[in-house]
């Protein structure tokens, strides 16, 4: 028996001992209970609960591996037929020092997600949850407390409790992320050199890291634990426990990762040494085209590739259409074309490097977000859709702002027409946010993981592949030649074009709805007929009454705007008829049980995924096909922000949506599907399962 082995046994009989004073205290030192994420549950459908621990200043409780000493909580679930209750999330541990050992476990308030699944054929009104045990808390002495949990979820509609989303908000986000990178370790000189290939470690900001390994005594827990960064990954030094055997080790475990950055980011990553034990969803990316060693100039390439596939997005077209009309009032001005192609390039490309520098500063500070992360607020949708509105409005000769096309685009060879070909530039790229074309994924995503400069770096190429297809036009005069003479189809063109922008509005207001509810559609509704009756009453007059009333109007349809929230609302984008559940980690995990899993990460605000989702995934073929394989079908909505969502969507190196993933049953590969499909393209990756 080894020397660790004795020293639990005897911590035990002491705590044994002190459990029958222990019993006769008045108060516990952790007290417990359940969160559930939903008031009520639909048969069928899968929810997330949270045991959460209120512990005693100066006492502790225990990870899965409590170290030295101490024991994990010890929870027996009662639950009707049917129900299943996964195991514990377990939130990264911090290194609890006692004496001589080192413990691993937590202090204050402890909250362990986990998930129930009812069966389709649930026949009860009431879904009863009981949890009894022993949670072990310490501090001078350790006293094994008995817990007993309830919870009671009404049979119903699956609705989600917005009192709690904070709570479920912060526990999973202390759960490390599953990832499958490359793991070794060898012994040198008594010491284990454990090499783990961790993504998106920058060495110069790391302050300390932290190693749990899930086994007990593989190495002495008390001992020093130093780090250090190799082209491998990061390089741990460790001492060996009394059970470590270099022929049988498995050092699977926890890395937790302090890095020196605004106030402090701590990072948590779960991994394992054998990949056929990796956890559902601890998956290296099959990337179509991921970026891996290729380096920085694939990076550029697939970026300045993705910009120019944007111009054909949905999002970014009409705007493009927008400043091509204004070439035919202008083209045969060659050298003022050729000056307004600069100046929408630059718009283009400053606006992206503006984003870039945004998402590299606020990930730095903690923030867990990517392309497209600013629809995720109320207020910048419905300050888009205010813009859609104002651009149409414009196009209908309801209002002239200069006379032409609200400046974007003037033709004159000014200052402020050239001004607003910067501000075309600008808003091309606004209304490019809800796109992701093929290829900018992986650069997007290799672009947020590396240095800041190079970071920018790839933003710029995607900018200037964007801007590329209109600057050629107006450095092409052969082409500037076949367009057709201004004249009164130009006048009905614009006016089409208003139709789109109005479309968008009307997207943008759903979004709205699925991110804050009804009311806010209603509010932000309310908002824009106040704009579009200020902009009517300046083109009837230009007194100064009418302008002041004007802009008190303006204002007043933009605190509407600024004063939106988040709600979390059941979103229209999970379905309840049974054939889509709804994404997460412990979902995922319980569907891979019972055979294949497609899963779809996706957004309101997104209209790539949305095009996706009619043409490819909502036809009767692919509906087919799942039903036929037996494939269960997984939405993440990323319509708001939802830090499992990002942590999914950066295991396979992606900063936005969409992403599909299919998994075969049981295996901890996924196969990762084009960011543009067809149904052909899905049918034949099931064919290959």
């Not at 990517?370 to 207020?379: D, K």
Request: glycine residues 8%.
């Amino acid at each position: 028996m080894s020397i660790q082995t004795e020293i639990k046994m005897l911590l035990l009989v002491c705590s044994l001992l002190a459990a029958s004073t222990a019993n006769a205290q008045p108060a516990p030192h952790v007290r417990v209970d359940l969160v559930a994420a939903v008031t009520s549950i639909a048969p069928g459908d899968l929810f997330d609960v949270v045991f959460r621990q209120d512990i005693d200043d100066e006492w502790h409780t225990y990870w899965t591996n409590p170290g030295d000493s101490g024991a994990a909580p010890d929870i027996k679930w009662t639950v009707p037929a049917g129900v299943f209750v996964s195991a514990f999330k377990y939130p990264y541990p911090e290194r609890i020092p006692y004496g001589p050992l080192m413990n691993y476990g937590y202090h204050n308030e402890v909250l362990m997600p986990f998930s129930v699944s009812v069966p389709e054929d649930y026949p009860a009104d009431v879904v009863d949850i009981k949890g009894t045990g022993r949670v072990l808390v310490c501090a001078d002495i350790c006293i094994p407390q008995k817990v007993e949990v309830m919870a009671s979820i009404p049979i119903g509609l699956t609705v989600v409790d917005d009192a709690v989303s904070d709570t479920f908000y912060v526990a999973r986000s202390r759960v490390p992320v599953p990832i499958d990178v490359v793991s070794s370790f060898q012994v040198d000189a008594d010491k284990i050199l454990l090499t783990v290939g961790l993504p998106a470690v920058q060495g110069n900001r790391i302050d300390a890291v932290e190693y749990f390994p899930f086994a007990p005594e593989l190495i002495d827990n008390p001992a020093s634990q130093i780090f250090s960064m190799s082209d491998e990954g990061l390089v741990l030094t460790l001492e060996p426990g009394y059970d470590f055997d270099e022929d049988s080790a498995d050092l699977s475990g926890v890395i937790v990762i302090h890095e020196s950055v605004g106030e402090g980011i701590v990072s948590s990553f779960e991994f394992r040494m054998d990949d056929s034990i990796a956890p559902p969803g601890s998956v290296i990316p099959e990337d179509d085209h991921a970026l891996g060693e290729t380096g920085l100039l694939a990076a550029l390439f697939f970026a300045f590739l993705g910009g120019l596939i944007l111009n054909l997005m949905p999002c970014v077209f009409p705007v493009l259409s927008i400043k091509i009309l204004s070439l035919v009032e202008s083209h045969h001005d060659g050298s003022s074309i050729r000056l307004h192609g600069l100046a929408y390039a630059g718009g283009v490309v400053a606006s992206f490097v503006a984003i870039a520098v945004l998402l590299i500063s606020l990930r730095a500070g903690g923030e867990a977000i990517g392309w497209g992360f600013q629809l995720q607020s109320p207020i910048v949708v419905s300050m888009v859709a205010y813009l859609f509105l104002v651009i149409g409005l414009n196009l209908l000769g309801v209002f002239e702002i200069g006379g032409t096309l609200m400046s974007l685009g003037s033709s004159g060879g000014n200052s402020r027409g050239y001004l607003g070909s910067v501000s075309t530039g600008v808003l091309a790229t606004i209304v490019a946010a809800p796109c992701t074309a093929p290829f900018m994924g992986a650069a997007v995503g290799y672009a947020l993981i590396q240095d800041p400069a190079t970071g920018v770096l790839v933003f710029a190429s995607l900018g200037l592949g964007m801007a590329l297809p209109y600057v050629l036009l107006c450095y092409a005069p052969a082409l500037l030649a076949r367009l057709p003479r201004p004249g009164q189809w130009m006048v009905i063109m614009k006016q089409l074009l208003a139709f789109p922008m109005f479309a968008s509005a009307v997207w943008l207001l759903w979004v709205l709805g699925v991110q804050a509810g009804p009311d806010a559609m209603m509010q932000v509704l309310t908002g824009a007929l106040l704009i579009a009756f200020a902009l009517w009453l300046l083109n009837q007059s230009g007194s100064a009454v009418a302008r002041l009333s004007a802009l008190l109007l303006v204002f007043a349809a933009i605190y509407i705007g600024a004063t939106q929230e988040t709600r979390v609302v059941r979103s229209s984008l999970d379905s309840t008829d049974g054939e889509v559940g709804v994404y997460s980690r412990n979902a995922l995990a319980i569907a891979q049980q019972k055979g294949p899993v497609f899963v779809n990460f996706t957004a309101a605000w997104c209209i790539t995924c949305k095009v996706n989702e009619l043409n490819a995934l909502d036809v009767d073929s692919v509906k087919l096909a799942f039903k036929d394989n037996a494939i269960t079908y997984l939405k993440g909505d990323w319509t708001n922000e939802d830090p499992g969502i990002t942590a999914a969507l950066q295991e396979y190196g992606r900063t936005g949506v969409p992403l599909y993933l299919l998994y075969a049953k049981g295996a901890s590969r996924a196969t990762v599907l084009p960011q543009i499909l067809t149904p052909g393209i899905v049918l034949d990756a099931l064919e290959a399962l």
